[in-house]
């Protein structure tokens, strides 16, 4: 086998423009192939890190998705609200380290409005142990200061100290604003590629106080309505927040804390593990990634069946090549092992320089996409199931020499010497 695998080292070199060519294709496809692997697995990560060291999320009663879609992904409306006293009275829980109150019905310019506290800011982790930073500015110090994710930052093209004007209610278009109380941007995030960066955040006193003369998501009459600066005065306590987000001091506390709110008598609640809701809801979303991955297997099968092709339309221009070995001792098995060899060897070459594309690809997006989408590609030694696919497509490879092999093993020497006009 050994001096099949020289005897196909050296017929590769000397169509070197053709072999480079295929091992060119097989190494591309590999890539992708790699590439799509690596992306969907960092990707799932990343979905799962989109919050991090969040023991609890507690909102109103109703299915653990739904809570976890509108208290972190922004997405859809809570059922009902959870009164500020049943708030108060978790935290002050002895085993509680720390909460943090999110307020949410309010939008600018179709980005959500999420009233909360500073504890936000100190407390809310992603991707494992990241925790918010500003890009520019800080937190809230004012009533009417607000904090911007860096996507409603590029977006509007806001700066520190421009206003805004925040929306009553939800959509890209509203006609029912809070003119009267604007807003003054204080901060902006540094990007993190999660839903933070879609964010307009207010202190919860804020959200109070633009409520103050509403009712019913009208706005009192002109001579009942309460300016910016008397709202000052208010007591801007809040009776309802929309959910909240816990942490306890002790991570054996968690469970026995989250039955005790899924019973709590006062009201009806709902405590969910975030991890556990991320993997319910990445079961029913994360059907695309396998999607991409048979869609990148299928452009390696094409890259395989592009070798085929060539080894078998060089056939024709091998068969002198063939004879001759024929003639001086190859017998039709050293023939077949010359061309699987030839297949093999094209393959690896693809295989290895398709590894070297993908760390290259990695080494040179990672910052662009950490910054960009949030997705922190993890640089290291091919995993488990990478190194599977390698082995499969140079197995793959191996095979598909196989059907060109058979060709030429029937190859007779009287066919091959004869010269055909």
Not at 101 to 119: A, E, K, N, Q, Y
Not at 135 to 163: C, I, K, M, W
Not at 308 to 333: D, H, K, N, Q, W
Not at 346 to 374: C, D, K, M, N, P
């Amino acid at each position: 086998m050994s001096a099949a695998v020289g005897l196909a080292a050296r017929s590769v070199w000397n169509r070197r423009g053709t072999a480079a060519l295929t091992i060119f294709t097989i190494a591309v496809s590999v890539a992708l192939l790699l590439g799509v692997q690596k992306i969907r697995v960092e990707a799932k990560a990343s979905f799962a890190n989109t919050i991090s060291g969040t023991d609890l999320i507690v909102g109103a009663r109703s299915g653990p998705i739904n809570l976890l879609l509108y208290t972190i992904f922004r997405v859809g409306d809570a059922t009902a609200n959870v009164s500020y006293a049943t708030y108060r009275t978790v935290a002050a829980h002895p085993d509680v380290a720390w909460t943090i109150p999110i307020s949410l019905g309010d939008s600018h310019h179709g980005f959500r409005v999420m009233g909360t506290s500073s504890d936000y800011f100190a407390h809310y982790h992603f991707a494992g142990d990241h925790a918010l930073a500003f890009a520019q500015g800080g937190p809230f110090s004012d009533l009417y200061d607000t904090v911007l994710g860096a996507e409603v930052a590029d977006a509007l093209h806001y700066r520190l100290g421009d206003n805004i004007i925040v929306s009553h209610g939800l959509g890209n278009v509203s006609f029912a604003n809070h003119k009267d109380k604007p807003f003054r941007v204080a901060g902006i995030l540094k990007r993190t590629g999660t839903p933070v960066d879609r964010t307009v955040h207010i202190s919860l006193e804020a959200i109070t106080a633009i409520h103050i003369d509403w009712q019913s998501g009208i706005q009192a009459p002109l001579d009942e309505r309460v300016s910016a600066d008397e709202a000052r005065r208010r007591d801007l306590t809040p009776d309802s927040i929309t959910a909240f987000l816990v942490g306890m001091k002790s991570k054996s506390t968690v469970f026995t804390m989250q039955r005790a709110l899924n019973e709590y008598r006062k009201e009806p609640l709902l405590a969910i593990i975030p991890g556990v809701a991320l993997t319910q809801l990445w079961d029913l979303v994360g059907v695309a990634d396998m999607a991409l991955l048979i869609v990148a297997a299928f452009v390696v099968t094409a890259g395989l069946l592009g070798m085929l092709t060539a080894i078998l339309t060089s056939l024709a221009e091998r068969r002198r090549e063939m004879a001759i070995l024929r003639s001086v001792g190859a017998r039709p098995r050293d023939i077949f092992l010359l061309l699987v060899a030839e297949a093999g060897l094209l393959g690896t070459l693809g295989a290895l320089i398709g590894v070297l594309l993908t760390y290259a690809g990695v080494f040179a997006s990672r910052h662009w996409l950490e910054q960009r989408y949030g997705l922190f590609i993890n640089v290291g030694p091919p995993s488990t199931i990478e190194l599977a696919l390698l082995g499969g497509v140079i197995v793959a490879a191996f095979a598909v020499g196989a059907i060109p092999a058979l060709r030429a093993y029937g190859t007779s020497l009287a066919d091959g010497l004869t010269i055909r006009i």
